[in-house]
């Protein structure tokens, strides 16, 4: 008995209120973690923390996992832009990049979306690797200048985008309808079990959403941690359509189970 209260005395008595922002403070922390062991760290039941976290996701604070939650954050809004996203995370982004550069096969139709990450992946694919390569982002002829690859590059026409580094409008659309791709290779911004990829640039979006209904093979997704629970303005796809899913560290246990449960492939380029 003498036991028993000792420990229960360890416990503090929170309001709701207090209890779910400590809730908040441990998955802003951890990112991911599950009812059983915030029931153990605030000393209350299963069923009470599983109150606080409906009404938390109400709130658009969390996102519900089976067995837990996961932490949501609204990014900031503004676009996003080509020289200042190079300097963020270099290191993991080549990583990254690597990793999905050995994805591609011999005699590959592919896209590659906008960002960093997706203009990097050039720069790991054998030069004697015949295949064939669609894209808008214009950082892709900065990483292929010092290679002479046996790939065919087909940048795809429109209007430049100096922000994005990218071209884009009509004519850019109309060029993507006409390819019929095996393989789509696009970064994220924002990766989220309920918003799925995401990014703040409206342009962005339309584009590889485009170029993903345009491919009839692997949809590939490259993100670095950072982005995992971050939710942009503009959805891209949800995360049922992501083939494969290449990121740099261990995902949290509950967002694997939700990825493996709809059949995404998690390649973790260490």
Known sequence: MENTLKTKSKYRSYLPAERQQ??????????????????????????????????????????????????????????????SSIKENPEQKKRIAHKAAAM?????????????????????VDAALPFTLFTNNLGVISELETKHMAAELVLLPGTY??????????????MIRQVNANKVFI?????????????????????????????RGQVIVMADHPKFGLVAEISIVPLKQIDVLITNRKIPSDFQKNLDKIGVHVVIAS
């Open 187 to 215: 970064g994220a911004d924002g990766l989220s079990i309920r918003a799925g990829v995401s990014t703040p640039d409206l342009e962005i979006a339309t584009i590889e959403r485009n170029m993903i209904q345009q491919t």
């Open 161 to 174: 985008n100096p922000t994005t580094h990218a071209l884009a409008g009509p004519l850019t659309m109309e």
């Open 22 to 83: 400590r809730i908040i403070g441990i998955l802003e922390k951890n990112f991911s973690t599950r009812s059983s062991k915030l029931s153990e760290l605030l000393g209350v039941s299963e069923m009470t923390i599983r109150r606080d976290l409906d009404v938390l996701e109400k709130s658009g604070l969390v996102e519900r996992t089976h067995g837990g939650a996961v932490f949501r954050q609204e990014r900031i809004a503004g676009n996003f832009h080509y020289r």
């Open 104 to 124: 591609i096969e011999p005699h590959d139709t592919i896209f590659i979306g906008e960002g960093t990450t997706a203009s990097m992946l050039v720069r790991f």
